[in-house]
Nanobody
Framework: QVQLVESGGGLVQAGGSLRLSCAAS????????MGWFRQAPGKEREFVAA????????YYSDSLKGRFTTSGDRTKNTVYLQMNSLKPEDTAVYYC?????????????????WGQGTQVTVSS
């Protein structure tokens, strides 16, 4: 069983930055792919980024590449999502998820474990 706990959300003005953290239990870095997703009210859950600790590889949604960066700290078993140049349309609940396979995928249906989510609100 993997437990994920997100933190770092909040209210920020447009153009600002936030860093989200996802602390994972267990040996997630060596065996899992970690994904970031977001869900705005009335919309489907959307892929943001993924991080594979075993290879330190990353993958991003094309629409967010360049503004968002994901990384991980193996010693802390924690994955981060650095969000820069935030826009009001980035407002959503952000989730981290873990997939017990090394292939990076973007469908939320293929992730096995989910955190509780953290709210990010960007004001104009």
């Amino acid at each position: 069983q993997v437990q994920l706990v997100e933190s770092g959300g909040g209210l920020v003005q447009a153009g600002g930055s936030l860093r989200l953290s996802c602390a994972a239990s267990g040996r997630t870095f060596s065996s899992y792919t970690m994904g970031w997703f977001r869900q705005a009210p009335g919309k489907e859950r959307e892929f943001v980024a993924a991080f594979r600790g075993s290879a330190s590889s990353t993958y991003y949604s094309d629409s967010l590449k360049g503004r968002f960066t994901t990384s991980g700290d193996r010693t802390k078993n924690t994955v981060y999502l650095q969000m820069n140049s935030l826009k009001p349309e980035d407002t959503a609940v952000y989730y981290c998820a873990a997939r017990s396979a090394v292939r990076i995928v973007t469908s939320p249906d293929l992730y096995d474990y989910w955190g509780q989510g953290t709210q990010v609100t960007v004001s104009s």
